[in-house]
């Protein structure tokens, strides 16, 4: 991997910056950011989860215990990476986090005891937190701005597909784990493709401006808070999931989808549609959270929205922070919303056993009001430079 230092750092607001990156660059890229989400679902997100609840119930406090030491890891590892993040580090940075990852992932196969699910907790929040600040700092400098909407759209369809091929969403834990071991692993030979050789930008709109990103810090805590919800209440409600994610052709049907609306969603960031890009799968995933509360039929119907919306917003959760390639920047949107979002979801699912309508009006209200914002700011600075 080799960083030229000696190439001046540009601000530009135009940001695609003629770059071509050579096809391994772009494959390996492509591959790590898979990995990465990967590992996410298929462990973190699934295998973790069926563990603990197979040791301490699903019902114990100790689940929720457990559940809290890995966000708090997870921030732990993304502010200990932005502390210690240099450029000329990044691959045995990266590769690091992802043996952390895996060795967090292998002791699942060993241990049952509450301490020890602690641990693995731990392990799992700080080597995915290091890994995500870590993957986002690094990629613009590997493919640069015109390639990477495309890296992270088909990389971030690819990991939703897999998470939901049969074989993988109904494994077991012992089974999911190892899959999860396969995931690090092929981020491990990912990385070692890596060269950053693409000119150093930094952006210079609105969107990395104190107002942008407080805007899209409230915006993807939002999205991420009422995904985690909907997800939650979807798992947790046998006619719900036999309706919506039941069956082989319907966990396909799923696959694919969020495979097709990755690659779309990574087009049209590339085209700077960044914010009717995160709009679209806003009202894509409050409409089926809307219709989850109303009728578990008419959700079952347009179901395939949700997945669209979850591709959709997850690669703009990446691209956004990858855009800038702060590893600073990274590390806010991935504690406050990222792990942030995701407890705030859960904890309001698993108390009120649904999604409530108040909060889906609000979450579209807030989402609608920092979009708001946002154009108001782009078309003031606009203004002053036609001054």
């Given at each position: 991997?080799?960083?030229?230092?000696?190439?001046?750092?540009?601000?530009?607001?135009?940001?695609?910056?003629?770059?071509?990156?050579?096809?391994?660059?772009?494959?390996?890229?492509?591959?790590?950011?898979?990995?990465?989400?990967?590992?996410?679902?298929?462990?973190?997100?699934?295998?973790?989860?069926?563990?603990?609840?197979?040791?301490?119930?699903?019902?114990?406090?100790?689940?929720?215990?457990?559940?809290?030491?890995?966000?708090?890891?997870?921030?732990?590892?993304?502010?200990?990476?932005?502390?210690?993040?240099?450029?000329?580090?990044?691959?045995?940075?990266?590769?690091?986090?992802?043996?952390?990852?895996?060795?967090?992932?292998?002791?699942?196969?060993?241990?049952?005891?509450?301490?020890?699910?602690?641990?693995?907790?731990?392990?799992?929040?700080?080597?995915?937190?290091?890994?995500?600040?870590?993957?986002?700092?690094?990629?613009?400098?590997?493919?640069?701005?015109?390639?990477?909407?495309?890296?992270?759209?088909?990389?971030?369809?690819?990991?939703?597909?897999?998470?939901?091929?049969?074989?993988?969403?109904?494994?077991?834990?012992?089974?999911?784990?190892?899959?999860?071991?396969?995931?690090?692993?092929?981020?491990?030979?990912?990385?070692?493709?890596?060269?950053?050789?693409?000119?150093?930008?930094?952006?210079?709109?609105v969107d990395y401006q104190p107002i942008g990103v407080t805007a899209w810090v409230l915006i993807f805590l939002v999205l991420v808070g009422v995904d985690s919800a909907a997800f939650y209440v979807i798992q947790h409600t046998p006619a719900l999931k036999a309706e919506a994610w039941s069956g082989s052709g319907r966990l396909y049907a799923n696959a694919l989808v969020h495979l097709?609306?990755?690659?779309?969603?990574?087009?049209?960031?590339?085209?700077?549609?960044?914010?009717?890009?995160?709009?679209?799968?806003?009202?894509?995933?409050?409409?089926?959270?809307?219709?989850?509360?109303?009728?578990?039929?008419?959700?079952?119907?347009?179901?395939?929205?949700?997945?669209?919306?979850?591709?959709?917003?997850?690669?703009?959760?990446?691209?956004?922070?990858?855009?800038?390639?702060?590893?600073?920047?990274?590390?806010?949107?991935?504690?406050?919303?990222?792990?942030?979002?995701?407890?705030?979801?859960?904890?309001?699912?698993?108390?009120?056993?649904?999604?409530?309508?108040?909060?889906?009006?609000?979450?579209?209200?807030?989402?609608?009001?920092?979009?708001?914002?946002?154009?108001?700011?782009?078309?003031?600075?606009?203004?002053?430079?036609?001054?």
């Amino acid at each position: 991997m080799s960083s030229p230092t000696a190439d001046p750092i540009r601000h530009n607001a135009d940001w695609r910056e003629e770059f071509q990156p050579a096809g391994l660059v772009l494959a390996s890229a492509t591959l790590a950011v898979a990995a990465t989400y990967a590992y996410f679902l298929v462990f973190a997100q699934f295998g973790f989860l069926k563990a603990v609840t197979a040791a301490v119930g699903e019902g114990d406090g100790l689940l929720r215990a457990i559940l809290a030491v890995m966000g708090c890891g997870g921030i732990a590892g993304s502010a200990l990476m932005a502390w210690r993040y240099q450029e000329k580090q990044s691959q045995p940075l990266l590769m690091g986090s992802l043996l952390v990852c895996a060795a967090a992932a292998g002791l699942t196969l060993k241990v049952r005891a509450p301490a020890g699910l602690f641990v693995v907790a731990l392990l799992t929040g700080l080597g995915t937190g290091g890994l995500t600040v870590a993957l986002a700092a690094t990629l613009r400098r590997a493919v640069g701005g015109a390639w990477l909407g495309t890296c992270l759209g088909v990389g971030t369809g690819l990991a939703y597909a897999f998470s939901n091929v049969p074989a993988v969403f109904e494994a077991g834990p012992t089974g999911q784990a190892l899959m999860a071991i396969v995931a690090a692993c092929a981020g491990v030979v990912a990385v070692q493709g890596l060269d950053l050789r693409a000119p150093p930008q930094i952006p210079a709109g609105v969107d990395y401006q104190p107002i942008g990103v407080t805007a899209w810090v409230l915006i993807f805590l939002v999205l991420v808070g009422v995904d985690s919800a909907a997800f939650y209440v979807i798992q947790h409600t046998p006619a719900l999931k036999a309706e919506a994610w039941s069956g082989s052709g319907r966990l396909y049907a799923n696959a694919l989808v969020h495979l097709l609306a990755g690659v779309l969603a990574g087009y049209a960031l590339n085209q700077r549609a960044v914010g009717r890009t995160v709009l679209a799968a806003t009202v894509m995933l409050l409409t089926s959270c809307l219709l989850i509360d109303r009728d578990y039929a008419a959700f079952g119907k347009t179901a395939l929205l949700y997945p669209a919306a979850v591709s959709i917003y997850s690669t703009a959760l990446v691209f956004y922070p990858a855009r800038h390639g702060r590893p600073a920047l990274a590390a806010l949107v991935y504690s406050v919303a990222g792990w942030g979002g995701t407890a705030l979801g859960i904890g309001l699912a698993r108390d009120l056993n649904t999604v409530p309508r108040g909060f889906i009006i609000a979450a579209g209200l807030v989402v609608a009001g920092a979009l708001g914002v946002r154009q108001w700011a782009r078309q003031r600075a606009k203004a002053a430079l036609n001054r």
